[in-house]
């Protein structure tokens, strides 16, 4: 058995030449495969070993010691084996570990064989790169198999470039069974001084950061080199060292280290070809086949850099700033998969109190930045830092969006357009003119064709940020990740939408209508032209989570799922029912895009959906809302404006007669009293506000059929449980009666739970009622609450085509707890009103918003006509009402709550003949600044714009369903969020 295993060994051997001439050596995984535990067994029971020495040998060499025991087999000494396990026996290493040996102990060992054992142990042990840095032997057996130096043009400043191949054991990073050899790239950086050397001259050390010479009076000028050399080998190996622990996908890793016979040498994988080669038509590899994966590559060889300028290890335990200084395409490499940056030969870590600058040392080519050279007669030096990396990357930038567009012939015509000469000096081909823009560069990139339907307008406008002359208007190389990391989200936004769009225009699905519109506003949020609060919001939301590098991989990778499973579903045949697992992953992919955000951002976006949605006035398209949601937790409130807005809309006829069910008799109204103007009475036993109004005498019999259909929607609609938002209270019926000249709508007390057992029943109080008896005031983040209750429940209504009409303090009420004063025993204060929950009444004036819809005209109580717009109440020709004149009503109301006093009360120094529009200009004028004082400067901002604001957007149109739009998301925008902003827990940080 030896002498087959010596005979494996031997052959083996043979198939492994080394590029060390004359040499050759068993790689790792063949060593392995030759030495197995039977063949180990197999070998020492041949050598007449007793059972319990066998088994003690055994265990020794399995543990490790297979190359030592080869070794011995291969000069025909396997039996002395036992002997280096006897001295070995309590060592805690292994044998293998303390290869290769010293010639002196192998021949206490072995004697006379020492001298084989000496030439063979370096055939077993040849290096295995660990990524840390080893000095070698002058007899190691180098690893390679082969090695070819890259063409000139490929080789470096220091030293020399190759190819080489070697087995993949003996890189730790790429250890595998598999026996292709990988080809790999080494830099070899040799000494050449020698005493032969040429003569002595004075000499300082003039590369950047270098040791100085220690005091030497003449020295070489090889010395010298040999010098530069040696301090570039340790700053890059330090620089690989702290940057090889940050395992950064797009850092060029380094795979090991070494000094041999006096050559310093890296490892690094090698990639199919470098960045300018691809800007030159000569590779195109498929990372470079579409924007999605080009602008992820760019999001990432950013972060590299960001991580270069940014560093903090664990495993150094230290944070430092660093700089590349050498940043172009020669120095970023590309595969199929993406972009790596290299060449860390000029990068520099420095404590952070240091700061990065440093002298500029000729790195970056045309890509170096204006303040690295600054061109004058005597050519002075300038500096480079972090904001030097970013102009550089900027270019880069600038080139590659030139070859997306206009291909490699576009990058070459780019750069005949950058050839200037520098104050008369000397001409080159780079990015600026010194301290003034390049005359060509801008303009030439604001003229590269663009389509809005992918992401390169937003790349853009990075670009045209990044090429600032001034460092120190550059943007941060994080800002520089972030803003990549949005245009990669946004271009794989694009493409995906594209698809749900035509998918939208196959199928007849709401639900996926939906998520396209929240795609849409994703994607509108994303966009730098954005101008939008919300959307800015949900913006800044996105950068939140994409600050985290993972994930912009988990969004990707949702998105991928999706456009498989469109392209999935749109195929022929496929069961409509089988939609429903496309809105699972569009949904699912959205939701997880936006669980970042607030609840404030998601309630704003919800509230633009639902005007969006409701927006038409087509029955059809309303039914398919309200029936499609209806059982939607998100969507719900959606689905029930749906329905109240189709009730608005619907044509006459289609009120049938089941509907006159909530019609009630008069004579089931008992117990009827007022309270604060509210009359309050018993309606089967059950508590119910009674809301009348008296009609016009005059008005014909179309006239009464008109109001019968518009009162039994209105009391269909809030007949149903109130929908969120609304502030109703529940309607039980009505009575409509024409005789009398009357009609009539009842109202169910709300049912709110109380622990105060002494507490009989609530009682309505109204705003108007509460501030005439100088109530004290309540909390002002209670005012707050009240005030935005009050404009969400305005929005609501709008969404579902309704205009209230009659909004003032007196159709605000509030229950308030009675006192039970039949209990004398326990006596109780005066019991409190919850402000926060306000109830919205007076629909005795409402209607649908419909311009064929009859319109009575202002209301005739003159004490509430100052709530009401003097266009409206004073114009002529009279004007139909808008949902801009709620608007302004709701302004005076929150006038009222900033102040704590009734608009009466506010106004009573003027005159009763002062007409409506002075009025109104007295109160923007004089009391909403004093509201800043009170309520703050954003309250106060607010009303004005209820009051004034929004009366300088165009005329709406009723017609126009994107007029209407835009008026309902400017309240959302100036008055809705503006009043979250103010509580607290409503706030952006919610």
């Known amino acids: 058995m030896p002498v087959e295993l010596k005979n494996a060994l031997q052959d083996e051997k043979r198939k492994w030449s080394s590029t060390t001439p004359g040499r050759y050596f068993i790689p790792e995984h063949r060593i392995d495969a030759i030495m197995t535990n039977e063949a180990i067994a197999r070998a020492l029971l041949s050598y007449g070993m007793d059972r319990h020495e066998l088994h003690q040998v055994n265990a020794k060499v399995v543990d490790n010691g297979r190359k030592t025991f080869a070794i011995l087999i291969m000069i025909g000494r396997g039996d002395a084996i036992r002997t280096f396990v006897e001295k ?5 290493s292994g044998l293998d570990a303390k290869l290769p040996l010293m010639y002196p102990e192998v021949r206490e060992h072995i004697g006379h064989d020492a001298d084989d054992f000496d030439l063979r142990q370096w055939e077993l042990i040849a290096p295995i790169f660990y990524g840390t840095h080893s000095c070698l032997a002058d007899e190691t057996i180098l690893p390679f198999t082969y090695e070819n130096p890259l063409k000139e043009e490929k080789q470096g400043s220091f030293g020399k470039v190759y190819e080489v191949k070697l087995p993949r054991s003996h890189i730790k990073a790429l250890a595998t069974a598999e026996e292709v050899l990988p080809m790999l790239i080494r830099k070899d950086i040799g000494m050449i001084a020698s005493p032969k050397d040429d003569g002595p001259m004075n000499g300082e050390d003039r590369g950047t950061d270098e040791e100085p010479l220690n005091n030497p009076k003449t020295i070489t000028a ?42 310093h040498s890296f490892l690094f994988p090698r990639k199919a070809c470098n960045l300018g080669e691809v800007l030159s038509g000569e590779f195109q590899p498929l990372v470079f086949k579409s924007d999605r994966s080009i602008f992820y590559a760019l999001s990432l060889l950013s972060s590299a850099m960001e991580s270069l300028h940014n560093f903090t290890s664990d495993t150094f335990q230290v944070d430092l700033i660093g700089c590349h200084r050498d940043i172009k395409p020669d120095n970023i490499l590309v595969d199929d998969e993406g972009l790596y940056l290299a060449d860390f030969g000029l990068s520099v870590f420095r404590e952070a109190k240091d700061g990065s600058s440093t002298s500029y040392n000729h790195g970056g080519g045309h890509y170096r930045a204006p303040e690295c050279e600054i061109p004058t007669t005597r050519f002075q030096k300038g500096k480079i830092n972090r904001a030097s990396d970013v102009w550089s990357f900027g270019c880069i930038l600038a080139v590659v969006l030139t070859y997306l567009t ?38 030439w990139l604001k003229q590269l064709p663009m389509s809005t339907e992918t992401a390169r307008p937003e790349l853009l406008a990075l670009i045209l940020e990044i090429l600032n002359t001034d460092p120190l208007k550059r943007p941060l190389a994080k800002s520089v990740t972030l803003a990549l990391r949005r245009v990669s989200i946004l271009c794989r936004l694009k493409e995906v939408s594209v698809k749900v769009r035509a998918f939208c225009g196959l199928v007849n699905n709401v639900e996926i209508e939906m998520e396209y519109e929240r795609l849409m506003l994703i994607q509108a949020s994303i966009s730098d032209a954005q101008t939008d609060p919300t959307l800015l919001d949900l913006r800044h939301a996105l950068d939140a989570k994409l ?16 456009e498989l499973e469109i392209g999935t579903q749109s195929k022929a045949n496929m069961d409509p029912q089988d939609f429903g697992l496309l809105c699972v992953y569009l949904y699912g992919a959205i939701d997880r895009l936006l669980d970042a955000a607030p609840k404030s951002v998601k309630k704003g976006l919800l ?11 087509d029955q059809e398209t309303l039914e398919r809302y309200r029936d499609a949601f209806s059982g939607s937790e998100d969507y719900r409130v959606l689905s029930r404006l749906a329905a109240a807005k189709l009730m608005n809309v619907s044509h006459p006829s289609s009120i049938q007669e089941q509907d006159k069910a909530l019609q009630y008799d008069s004579s089931l109204i008992t117990s009827a009293e007022k309270y604060d103007g509210i009359e309050v009475a018993d309606f089967n036993g059950v508590p119910v506000v009674v809301e009348s109004k008296k009609i016009l005498v005059d008005r014909t019999n179309e006239y009464g059929q008109r109001l019968l259909e518009r009162v039994i929607r209105l009391t269909e609609e809030l007949s149903k449980p109130p929908i969120e938002g609304l502030n109703t209270l529940r309607c039980v019926g009505f009575h409509i009666n024409l005789a009398y000249a009357s009609f009539s709508l009842l109202f169910r007390f709300p049912e709110i739970d109380s622990d105060q057992r002494s507490l009989k029943r609530r009682i309505p109080r109204t705003l108007a009622g509460i501030l005439a008896a100088k109530t004290k005031k309540p909390m002002l983040e209670h005012r707050f609450q009240l005030a935005l209750n009050l404009a969400q429940s305005v929005a609501q209504f709008h969404k579902a085509a309704w205009l209230h009409k009659n909004l003032n303090s007196c159709s605000i009420v509030f229950f308030q707890p009675q006192i039970d004063s ?4 326990s006596p109780i204060a005066e019991p409190t009103i919850d402000f926060r929950q306000p109830f919205v009444v007076g629909f005795n004036h409402s209607r649908p918003e419909d311009e064929k819809e009859w319109s009575e005209g202002p209301v005739a109580d003159a004490s509430l006509l100052d709530y009401q717009h003097p266009d409206y109440t004073h114009s002529n020709p009279k ?19 900033g102040l704590w006093k009734t608009l009466k009360r506010l106004t009573k120094d003027l005159g009763k003949n002062t007409v409506p529009h002075e009025v109104s200009l007295r109160v923007i004028e004089d009391l909403v600044p004093e509201l800043g004082v009170h309520m703050g400067s954003t309250y106060a901002s607010v009303v004005r714009f209820c009051l004034k604001g929004i009366q300088k957007e165009p005329e709406e149109d009723s017609t126009s369903s994107a007029q209407a739009i835009h008026v309902q998301l400017m309240f959302n925008e100036m008055v809705i969020k503006p009043l979250q902003a103010c509580i607290p827990v409503l706030g952006p940080s919610v």
């Open 406 to 443: 206009n291909g490699h012939a576009g990058v070459t015509e780019f750069k005949q357009k950058r050839w200037i000469q520098l104050d008369g000096v000397f001409a080159t081909y780079i990015f600026h003119n010194r301290e003034r823009d390049h005359p060509h560069v801008k303009p």
């Open 879 to 897: 004007k139909r009402y808008r949902r801009v004149y709620d608007y302004y009503s709701l302004g005076m109301v929150l006038l009222e709550i």
């Open 607 to 617: 509230s633009r959906l639902e005007i969006k949605f409701l927006s038409t006035e």
């Open 822 to 825: 039949s209990n004398t025993e």
């Open 222 to 263: 090889r010395q010298i080199l040999d010098k530069k050399l040696v301090t570039n080998f340790r700053q890059e190996l330090k620089m690989l060292a702290h940057l090889r622990a940050l395992r950064h996908p797009s850092i060029l890793p380094l795979f090991g280290s070494y000094t041999f016979k006096s050559t």
């Open 547 to 562: 600050s985290t590098p993972s994930s912009i991989d988990d969004i990707l990778r949702d998105f991928d799922a999706l």
């Open 88 to 92: 070995e026996r309590y060592s805690p």
